[in-house]
């Protein structure tokens, strides 16, 4: 087992959700076939505006987000 530490975030488990955030859907695509090689963490479905983040981060608990 790989246990990473990432400065300011609480690690409750082995494993990271990340979120992308971003108005373009190539980037995204690309930014996550990169990211869905790393073991450690898990991507969650994307969203493409503030208002989705927000609602998204209303309802589900994230690690980390990736945004433009």
């Known amino acids: 087992q790989v246990k990473i530490e990432l400065p300011g975030i ?4 082995l494993r990271y959700g990340l979120l992308l955030a971003d108005d ?16 450690e963490v898990d ?3 994307p ?6 983040l927000l609602d998204f981060l209303h ?3 994230v690690d980390m987000i990736l945004l433009d």
């Not at 373009?24 to 073991?39: F, I, N």
């Open 59 to 61: 309802q589900h608990s």
């Open 43 to 45: 991507i969650l479905p």
């Open 24 to 39: 373009h859907p190539l980037l995204l695509d690309g930014l996550r076939s990169v990211l869905v090689e790393l073991p």
């Open 47 to 52: 969203v493409s505006n503030g208002h989705q």
């Open 10 to 13: 609480k690690q409750t488990a």
